[in-house]
């Protein structure tokens, strides 16, 4: 079993910055990629940034040139740095994790981001 740990939501106005952290441990053989999901209230959940293990990053349309996805050094560790904060980035954010040997997908229990106007 992995388990991650996310921190750094929060309440913030328009135009401000939030950093996301998750963390992940337990019984970790390889890890594929990490990245970050957002679901809104009446959404469907939805990609936001994801980072492989190789160091290639991707990203929503929304998110490209304002949010920022990177990781430590053991890999263990994703980060998002999220700046110009809209209204519309209100959601509740999960961390992801693909883990190969097993197979397994793991999320986190989601983290609160409010932007207010």
């Known amino acids: 079993q992995v388990q991650l740990v996310e921190s750094g939501g929060g309440l913030v106005q328009a135009g401000g910055s939030l950093r996301l952290s998750c963390a992940a441990s337990g019984s970790i053989f390889r890890i594929v990629r990490m990245g970050w999901y957002r679901q809104a209230p009446g959404k469907q959940r939805e990609l936001v940034a994801v980072?492989?293990?190789?160091?290639?990053?991707d990203y929503a349309d929304s998110a490209k040139g304002r949010f920022t996805i990177s990781r430590d050094n053991a890999g263990n560790t994703v980060y998002m740095q999220m700046n110009n904060l809209k209204p519309e980035d209100t959601a509740v954010y999960y961390c992801?994790?693909?883990?190969?040997?097993?197979?397994?997908?793991?999320w986190g229990q989601g983290t609160q981001v409010t932007v207010s106007s």
């Open positions: 980072i492989t293990s190789g160091g290639n990053t």
């Open positions: 992801y994790l693909a883990h190969r040997i097993p197979t397994v997908d793991y």
